[in-house]
């Protein structure tokens, strides 16, 4: 699936409702965007709460996080938990 698509002033584009359907998206949400190393533009789905909360426990980075950082995490993924 291919399409062309025009840009508005403001900078925003409409995504079609098949690519919103194929990834989850629902029409008044959010999605993440990313540029991988062609230059192409990624839309996938947010991730959950429970997959950030991994995320937070396990960084993937050669630094260690503060024990600061690890409460600020912390305490965001339980205000946001869904219960």
Same mark, same amino acid.
């Given at each position: 699936?291919?399409? *062309?698509? /025009?840009? +508005? #002033?403001?900078?925003?584009? *409409?995504?079609?409702? @098949? =690519?919103?359907? &194929?990834? %989850?998206? @629902?029409?008044? %949400?959010?999605? /993440?965007? #990313? !540029?991988?190393? /062609?230059? @192409?533009? !990624?839309? *996938?789905?947010?991730?959950?709460? %429970?997959? !950030?909360?991994?995320?937070? /426990? &396990?960084? #993937? =980075?050669?630094?260690? +996080?503060?024990? &600061?950082?690890? *409460?600020? %995490? ?7 938990? !869904?219960?």
């Amino acid at each position: 699936m291919n399409y *062309t698509y /025009s840009i +508005t #002033s403001k900078g925003q584009i *409409t995504i079609p409702k @098949e =690519f919103r359907e &194929k990834l %989850g998206l @629902e029409k008044l %949400g959010r999605a /993440s965007l #990313s !540029v991988n190393d /062609s230059n @192409e533009i !990624v839309i *996938t789905k947010p991730k959950d709460l %429970g997959e !950030v909360r991994a995320l937070l /426990s &396990k960084p #993937s =980075f050669k630094d260690k +996080t503060s024990e &600061k950082e690890q *409460t600020i %995490g912390i305490q965001l993924a339980d205000k946001y938990a !869904v219960n």
